[in-house]
């Protein structure tokens, strides 16, 4: 059984036993739910008597939207008056997710730490916390939704690690989900990011092990900041001289690096970062097995997610599939960052639509005649419901409005979600 240990309006003094929210309202509710039961994880091991902590935001009648993004991030989705938390630019009132259409569920992470069970301080070599994986942190969300009485997701929002978790999700439980928001994330862990981040855990393994546990986490965070970021954003910043120091020549990114890790280490501790981090290479989600509307956002600078294995991601997917690539100086970062660009997409993908009723047979018609330009973008290798996304850097402006038969005109980009103009590359499955 998954029980609420106490649930109360997140600005009050004391905590309150869990009731009913007055019908109407609108407000932000923290609580705490306990997993009685355990939590069978994926990789071995039971997970007794888990506390997680979670925060309920919007008005109560609204459509619940699950909101999780990377491993430092929290609950705080909103604040706990309802203002601005760790998305400002796409979460709130009036935002891509309009806080005043639907409640914002969000919780923090399993083995993260924050108020949900975790490692603790100190704990490394002596007490290790089990594996967590994206599957694991999408069974705690389940858990979650029966203490709350939610049989179903309007939308599960996800960015970096927390799109991994809501494929792991859709994948799972595809009759409590019914549309899928991935931002920068995929059904396997990228090989040469999993290298990256084996490198940076291995610098807090043996800064645990000799006594700089924080500071072996700072330089692990500086070097990982070298992988959320764009090259050119980093050529644009960066291309100052050299300052020499008693302790050699110092560079004008030496102190953003520094900076970005100091930030971290007051915020996660080494423990919960080897957590987490790891978790995010025993992503293996089953793409086959994902029917729910999805949108797909790639960024094409992204050095952890490449737009490619986004693309192929596309493909497997089993359901109605948008994908919407990108340009962004911020890489990986580009979810916190470009709020203008993926505001009209957050909209979008939470209004959604059907699906025609005519859908196998303008694929046909599509693929027929996109014959001659194929060659220009990715072949559609699984069928599956497809749009073929509208963007103005195709190249090719004149299939906008392109006949695929006498009763079937792809119409223009107005006509979202289910759209059938040219995409940067030819994936819904374009």
């Not at 935001?57 to 203002?83: F, K, M, N, Q, Y």
């Not at 858990?143 to 799972?172: C, K």
């Not at 965070?221 to 644009?236: D, I, K, N, Q, V």
């Not at 520094?258 to 971290?264: I, S, V």
Request: glycine share 12%; hydrophobic share 45%.
């Amino acid at each position: 059984m998954t029980q609420i240990l106490h649930a109360a309006p997140a600005a009050a003094a004391s905590p309150a036993v869990a009731g009913r929210l007055t019908p109407g309202t609108a407000q932000v509710r923290d609580g705490i739910t306990v997993l009685h039961d355990g939590l069978a994880l994926e990789h071995g091991g039971t997970l007794d008597q888990g506390e997680i902590a979670w925060r309920l935001a919007g008005p109560i009648e609204a459509p619940v939207v699950a909101v999780l993004g990377g491993i430092s991030a929290t609950r705080a989705v909103v604040d706990a008056t309802g203002g601005p938390g760790w998305w400002p630019g796409l979460v709130g009132a009036g935002r891509g997710l309009d806080t005043d259409r639907f409640r914002v569920l969000s919780y923090d992470w399993l083995g993260g730490g924050g108020g949900t069970t975790g490692p603790a301080a100190g704990s490394f070599d002596r007490d290790p916390f089990p594996a967590v994986s994206p599957a694991d942190q999408a069974a705690v969300l389940a858990g979650l939704l029966d203490a709350l009485e939610i049989p179903r997701l309007h939308a599960f929002v996800g960015a970096s690690y927390g799109g991994m978790v809501a494929l792991s999700f859709a994948a799972a439980w595809p009759g409590r989900l019914g549309k899928l928001l991935v931002v920068s994330a995929a059904d396997r862990a990228h090989p040469l990011a999993t290298a990256w981040r084996s490198v940076q855990r291995d610098i807090v393994r043996l800064g645990l092990r000799s006594g700089s546990g924080r500071d072996a986490l700072a330089l692990a965070r500086g070097l990982a900041m070298t992988t959320y970021r764009s090259p050119e954003e980093f050529e644009a910043r960066f291309t100052g001289a050299g300052q020499a120091s008693d302790s050699g020549f110092r560079f004008p990114v030496d102190s953003y690096l520094a900076a970005r890790g100091a930030d971290f280490v007051d915020r996660v501790l080494p423990e919960s970062y080897l957590t987490l981090s790891e978790s995010i290479d025993l992503q293996r989600a089953d793409a086959a097995a994902i029917t729910t509307p999805a949108t797909l956002v790639a960024i094409r600078q992204d050095q952890l997610v490449p737009p490619a294995q986004m693309r192929r991601l596309a493909r497997r997917l089993r359901g109605p599939v948008r994908l919407v690539e990108l340009d962004s100086l911020y890489g990986h970062d580009a979810f916190l960052k470009e709020h203008e660009a993926l505001s009209p997409v957050f909209s979008a993908a939470l209004e959604g639509g059907s699906v025609p009723p005519n859908f196998d047979q303008m694929v046909d018609r599509l693929e027929a005649a996109l014959a001659p330009v194929l060659g220009q973008f990715d072949r559609l290798i699984d069928r599956g419901p497809i749009v073929i996304e509208y963007t103005t850097n195709t190249g090719i402006p004149e299939l906008a409005g392109l006949s695929v038969g006498d009763d079937t005109t792809l119409p223009g980009k107005d006509s979202l979600p289910y759209q059938c103009a040219v995409a940067y590359v030819c994936t819904t499955n374009v």
